[in-house]
């Protein structure tokens, strides 16, 4: 099925074709003509466009007479440059981009009612109304992190897709050390921390039936390039530019990411939940013998992890000595 180009608001192909024409040629100057000629548009639009990525925060130099070039490659993860980092993958053939929306999980599940087959993705520079758990927004800096989501159609249960929530923190935690060395600690069921701090979230939104999974959207938010968070969450975030101290590639990054999950995704849905709940409990810390707060909306209570049932469910003791099995809810550490 090929793309579809008409979804209200993604980047025009030919404005992510200037781009892409540009990052190619880099500090070259390239002449208006021959950008009007290969992208199909005429000098005067061209010129509009370069304004455009102006105000987007391309470092584009040059006038319509002496023509363009980039005083610094950007990374911006136009489609061209995704789908050419992710060939033979299954997310390499559908991708969505926006330089600003209001939430790529709002967009994907709308593709996802549409019809739009497994594997699409949508991405963003920047979100107006990104969304976390809990009914929390997910700060959404232009260009500084990675906001991302991922529609799939598996053949699950339900009651199993919370299990691809702590697939894609799985996937997350790899893609972050294979990146940038970071050894982040992954926290039941969806947050990658660093000394406390969160470095990234994973939401999962469905569409099912009593007993099948229609589709499920998995949204990713990494902190990657921001130097540093307004307000309150400059106490409680990081990003990777932060932790090692230098600025890293969303678009290398991205196509780690993506390459992970689906490998792991594949494995899960050969393997089934024990492959997800063994490796979480092997590599998550929070999974064994730490002291939590649990609050799941109606009760709060103190407790200490026990591991996670084989369903992927964090179990906990709690300090009356009663043994429970979170199912949704926020679970903090106790320090
Ligand atoms: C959390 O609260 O930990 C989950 C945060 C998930 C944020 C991502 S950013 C990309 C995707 N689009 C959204 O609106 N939310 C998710």
Known sequence: MPQTTSL?????????????????????VISGARIAREIGVSRSTVWRWVERLRELGVRAKGQPHTGYFLEKVPDILTPDLVRRR?????????????????????VAME????????????????QTAGRGRAGRSWHSERGAG??????????????????????????AHSAVAAQSGVKAELKWPNDLLVNGKKLGGILTEMHAEPSAVRFVIVGMGINVNQEKFPGEL????????????????????????????????NRFLREGAAYVVERFELV????????????????TYLGTTEGLSPEGLLMVKRDSG??????????????
């Open 8 to 28: 209200p608001g993604t980047t025009d192909r030919r404005l992510a074709a200037l781009l892409t024409l540009l990052s190619e040629n880099a500090t070259i």
């Open 86 to 106: 992710l060939k033979g993958s299954l997310f390499g053939k559908r991708v969505y981009h926006f330089f600003k929306t209001d939430s790529t999980n709002r």
């Open 111 to 126: 593709l996802g009612y549409a019809g739009e087959p497994e594997g699409a993705v949508v991405l963003a520079e920047e």
């Open 146 to 171: 990675l906001y991302v989501t991922l529609l799939l159609r598996p053949k699950l249960s339900p009651v199993q897709a919370p299990l691809l929530t702590m697939l894609a923190g799985l996937s």
């Open 234 to 265: 400059g106490g409680i975030a990081t990003s990777l530019r932060r932790e090692t101290g230098r600025s890293q590639s969303r678009l290398e990054f991205l196509a780690k990411l993506l390459r992970q999950f689906e490998s792991d995704y």
């Open 284 to 299: 998550s810390s929070f999974a064994h013998g730490r002291r939590v707060r649990v609050d799941t909306g109606t009760e």
């Open 322 to 335: 009663v043994r429970a099995t979170v199912i949704a809810g926020d679970v903090s550490e106790m320090k």
